[in-house]
């Protein structure tokens, strides 16, 4: 109703100027009847009124949906048939939508062909890459050893690249099922034994057995290689630990991983889940990608996990995944 008043009140300040311009008229060609002016200017008013009592009984809908915010871009598609200015309007705005979907539509089967290239160039690089391991796996030279690392850090970023393009389509590529924390968290260390042994770091797990969670093995395993290599990259002592803690609180189940590294300053913790963002410790390590706690973060919030992180600048870092009871 407001908006239909803001929208007449330049015809109704025309009408009441020419109904002043016209009573002046009379008035100095000398009609002196008031009475009659009245009438007439009471009968003009009553003419308007019925006319905007109308239009606004013609529009309504049109105007209400324009007063309130859009829940969808369909919402046009419920405004009543009525003057041709907004039969005119809802026609526009169909004409856009169809564009709109078509455009949207088009840059989904792009983004669809992107991702589909870089799955099948990651697994076309897998191939290599496990050829030259096969390679140097038996050789116990300093030059094939430094191989192997560097076969590692390849196959991890390839790994990177994969599950960011997975990312979008998550609900694709879940599995739910119940799993033994300390069995899982046991098989990813020992996955990254050669991590572990490079920069000597030594695991220690003290998780319970028979501690269960429900959660997607593979994305979970993601997760903690991510985390893991965090910890060991930023470990730059010798004979440093990383602990893996595994316990209940309350209802939940909660993982526990702390490391002995070189810490987060406080300045750079509100950020340190934001894509790309290396902080003050990405100058002094150029390796820092700033993908690895974004990812873990946008994982677990699929999963329906929470993570958490808290770290002392030159004390080491905590980073915590909490399990949701089961339903």
Known sequence: MRLFWRDQRPYIIVYLLQLAVLTLVYWLDGYRHAAISVYGALLS????AIFLIV?????????RLLEQMPD??????????????????QRFLKAQYRLYLQEIGEQQSKIEGHRHFINQWVHQM?????????????????????IADELDRL????????????LD???H????????????????????????????????????????????????????????????????????NLYFHGFVRGRETVLEIEDEGIGIP??????????????????????STGMGLYLAKEICTKLGHRLELESQYGAGTTVRIIFQPNP
């Not at 196959?155 to 997975?166: D, H, I, N, Q, S």
């Not at 406080?266 to 390796?287: H, I, K």
């Open 55 to 63: 239009r606004y009984w013609t529009n309504r809908s049109f105007y």
């Open 72 to 89: 969808s871009l369909r919402s046009f598609a419920e405004m009543k048939p009525g003057s041709p200015l907004a039969d005119s309007l």
């Open 126 to 146: 897998k191939t290599p890459l496990s050829v030259i391991h096969l390679m140097v796996q038996h050789e116990d030279d300093t030059q094939s050893v430094a």
């Open 45 to 48: 008013t009553c003419i308007l």
């Open 169 to 171: 389509t998550f609900e």
């Open 266 to 287: 406080a300045s750079d913790l509100p950020r340190v889940f934001d894509a790309y963002f290396t902080g003050d410790n990405g100058r002094s390590f150029p390796e």
């Open 155 to 166: 196959r991890k970023g390839l790994e990177m690249v994969l599950y960011t393009a997975r």
């Open 173 to 240: 590529d879940f599995v739910a099922e119940t799993l033994d924390l300390a069995v899982l968290v046991r098989s990813v260390t020992s996955a990254q034994k050669r991590l572990f042994i490079r920069r000597k770091v030594y695991p220690m797990i003290e998780i319970p057995e028979g501690l269960q969670v429900t959660t997607d093995e593979k994305w979970l395993s993601f997760v903690l290689t991510q985390l893991i290599t965090n910890a060991v990259k930023y470990t730059v002592k010798e004979r440093a």
